[in-house]
């Protein structure tokens, strides 16, 4: 890339908010001319969060609060560090990094806004795990299960049906030990089914948009007012 044309992480988000209010400013002026995935997109980018993810995900998987910064771990005595001082031998260090899945409702009843809120917390907790996610489309079932690390890579969003949580579960339970997730997230505004029980020992995070009655005998409920 030619110099001229090098840009810096800042730059680089400033010229998306841009571009962002310029999609959304057309939209509002010619409607149903912008695809919906971009839309969407446009919408969030000038958004934040309002979780603490770091937080909440490291209460979660109960882990040391430095686990979670970059260069940090803990002690793994089954490979040592180079770093030696006389005959004294140390520990290297493992980084815990859990497993997530990202289960987004994409359910007639959560267009608009509340999917925005969604793709902004998508957006914040992918910054903080900052590595690969399993991001399931669900609304009634399964449309789509894919891995990303970056809200970028994700191109579109299917469903748009009724409501219903049991399938999500239903997905996830039948994947390998290997896959299974250590943290489940379930964006969602709450007006569905869930099954009597999770059918394993997850952690589990229901982020309820814009639905202060949602409970659940399981799990811990985050509610979120776009």
């Not at 490979?79 to 859990?98: A, C, D, V």
């Not at 907790?125 to 991001?135: D, E, F, N, T, V």
Request: charged share 25%.
């Amino acid at each position: 890339i030619p110099e001229e044309f090098k840009r810096t992480d800042e730059e680089k988000e400033k010229i998306k908010e841009n571009m962002s209010l310029k999609i959304v400013d057309y939209n509002e002026k010619n409607p149903g001319q912008i695809p919906n995935g971009m839309l969407i997109k446009a919408n969030f980018l000038n958004k934040k969060s309002k979780t603490d993810w770091r937080t909440l995900l490291r209460y979660r998987m109960n882990t040391n609060a430095k686990a979670f910064e970059t260069g940090f771990g803990f002690a793994n005595w089954k490979r040592f560090s180079r770093r030696e001082t006389g005959n004294i031998l140390f520990p290297s260090q493992k980084s815990p990094i859990p497993k997530v899945a990202i289960c987004i409702d994409t359910s007639g009843s959560m267009q608009g806004d509340l999917l925005n809120q969604a793709m902004v917390e998508l957006k914040s907790i992918l910054s903080q795990i900052r590595h690969k996610a399993l991001i399931l489309h669900i609304d009634c079932e399964v449309h789509k299960a894919e891995n990303i690390s970056n809200i970028n890579q994700l191109k579109n969003l299917y469903g748009g049906g009724g409501t219903s949580f049991v399938p999500a579960f239903d997905y996830i339970n039948k994947l390998t030990q290997k896959d299974q997730p250590d943290i489940i997230v379930y964006f969602t505004d709450g007006f569905g089914e869930y099954p009597s029980s999770l059918g394993h020992k997850y952690k589990l995070i229901w982020l309820v948009i814009g639905n202060n009655s949602f409970t659940c005998p399981y799990g811990n409920i985050i509610n979120v007012i776009p």
